[in-house]
């Protein structure tokens, strides 16, 4: 609401409200941080606070915690999910798969793969890294539904192991970078349709 | 062979001969300190031979130097992998995916997931990680190719592709307990099936 009131009021203001600006330097500096090595656990308000050159007040004013604010700076690194067109579930598969493990901010290369042993150790990390996954999940979940509603998937289909399936191979190799020879670029497309079609001779 | 000698010379000695204790002294003391939360890159031969009590020569005159002892150390976490019985393809490759993130060790629960980073920031530790996975890569490859061969699998299988798919699942709930409702223990067995039949209703 500040925003738009702000932005009516001065309408040739270059760049946004500062209290959006403060939010955008608030969640820059957390992923820096974390990109330049910190851990999770390590990561103060004080540190985030004197990086954004804001008072800790200013933070706990937006956000209730690290957290919170860890949530909403480590969703940031996946941008906004892609949109299931709704049609074939094939395709709505593979946009859904090519966005595994895919990020559009550059800092999440390396601050991905350094969270591992964070979620391994620590419960509230671990919660954090479902937390920050559900809608990514939900959308997946969502279309194998509409498939076996619809008869294009078995009606058997076991909605959670299929899940695992299809994002299983992309995140070993985005995050493990597991296989040297798998083409990231095609491996969606490839993973869809082997995993649709099976491995069996019929 | 030492070993033999030894036993023959002195059978009711008890324990093993000396260069085997101290082999062992020096892996475990590698594993212990990288389960107390050292990186690959911060461990030293000097803090190792120092935790194991023996000299840095006694390290070096059993390996080249530290890849090598990382190598093996490692490699101990995973034990002996399993042998495929040669019949189904379908219960080898259970058999095979079982063994996926799996370690006999304790101390892999704290040590693997850390490597992700590390694995990710090296290409030496890339290099490592390959060569110790690539035994247990080679053993389902090659069932692979059996189920191909004898027509059990379809002729046009990718491989590489099919050990992704294979290998993901099992190795994203291990490594990253991915999903909280899959149950480890019956996992391999689901994922092979499901890979085998394919989602698609026919």
């Known amino acids: 609401m500040s925003d738009m009131t702000s932005m009516a009021d001065a309408p040739r203001s ?6 959006v600006r403060a939010d955008e330097a608030i969640v820059e500096a957390t992923l820096d941080l974390l990109a330049e090595g910190s851990t999770l656990e390590a990561l103060s308000i004080e540190a ?30 996946k941008g906004v999910p892609p949109q299931p067109a709704g049609r074939s579930v094939r395709d709505d598969l593979v946009l859904l798969v090519g966005a595994v493990g895919h990020n559009v901010d550059p800092r999440a290369a390396k601050i991905m793969p350094c969270l591992v042993p964070e979620v391994n150790r620590s419960p509230d990390h671990f919660q954090l890294y479902q ?9 997946m979940r969502e279309v194998l539904r509409r498939g076996v509603d619809s008869g294009e998937l078995r009606a058997d289909v076991d909605i959670e192991l299929a899940m695992a399936l299809l994002t299983g191979p992309m995140l ?6 597991w296989h040297p020879e798998l083409d990231d ?7 869809v349709d082997a995993v649709l079609e099976g491995l069996r001779a019929r």
Chains 1, 2 share one sequence.
Do not use: C, F, H
Not at 65 to 71: E, F, N, S, T
Not at 172 to 177: H, K, S, W
Not at 185 to 191: D, K, T, W
């Open 185 to 191: 670029q095609i491996l969606p497309e490839r993973v």
């Open 172 to 177: 070993i190799q985005r995050v493990l970078r």
């Open 14 to 19: 270059p760049g946004r409200p500062r209290s």
């Open 131 to 139: 937390n920050i996954v559900a809608p990514r999940r939900k959308l």
């Open 48 to 77: 985030i606070a004197a990086r954004a050159g804001v008072g800790k007040a200013t933070i706990y004013r937006r956000w209730s915690g690290k957290d919170a604010l860890l949530m909403d700076a480590l969703g940031r690194l």
